[in-house]
């Protein structure tokens, strides 16, 4: 569900970060995961969560 939310997005907002959040999906990414995309496995930091949507932002040079 989530993989096809993503995609979805995508055609929407061609350059939207997108961040997946799994416990037992991240075997799944690569080849379901949109490009440019990054999986975080549950549990985690929730400076985790902040660094993976900066490095996106910053890789798009999107306004923060």
Do not use: N
């Not at 999906?25 to 400076?47: C, D, L, N, R, Y």
Request: proline share 5%.
């Amino acid at each position: 569900y989530g993989w096809e939310v993503a995609r979805r997005a995508r055609e929407a907002i061609g350059r939207r970060p997108v961040v997946y959040v799994s416990s037992d999906s991240q075997h799944e990414w690569t080849s379901h995961g949109v490009p440019g995309s990054i999986m975080i496995a549950k549990h985690f930091a929730s400076t985790e969560v902040v660094v993976a949507i900066s490095s996106l932002i910053i890789a798009l040079d999107l306004p923060a």
